[in-house]
């Protein structure tokens, strides 16, 4: 059985990936090109291989990061965990980008990731907050980072 933050990294994965593609199937105007985009949780084996393909081939990348959490009560038998996490999407405009403009710009798909995920109820967790939308310098390629912050109680084992 997966721990809970294996559980919510999944969960995310599977948020993002179904979203985008039901974006573009719902208005392929409106939602260019986003079934097309790569996404990619930091776990994943080989992932700097992954990572350099999705940017070579595509141009698009969203990687979920590792979370991490604060327990919230140390002196509670369960751990109240006060969870973070980042998801970053990465654009390299040379690659990604076509002459129509047809394909959203990172910080577009930044903003539909946010929207995504913001307030989206995953099983065991609070509700999802996504707290920012950083804009990060790069000379290589756009990069945006969101913040998202949940709750969950984590039992004591026996």
Known sequence: MPGKLTTLTTAVNARITAGLLALNNANPALFPQTAGITVLVEDTNDLQTKINKAIAEIGMLVLIGEPHFVNESPFNPDTNAK??????????????RDAASLKPHCKDVSEFVAALLQYY??????????????????????????????????????
């Open 121 to 158: 109820q995953i099983a065991g967790f609070q509700k999802l907050r996504v707290l920012r939308n950083d804009f990060v310098p790069d000379k290589k390629r756009n990069l945006r980072e969101l913040t998202i912050e949940t709750m969950a109680t984590i039992p004591p084992l026996p």
């Open 83 to 96: 969870i973070t996490f980042a998801v970053a999407v990465g654009e390299t405009p040379i690659i990604w």
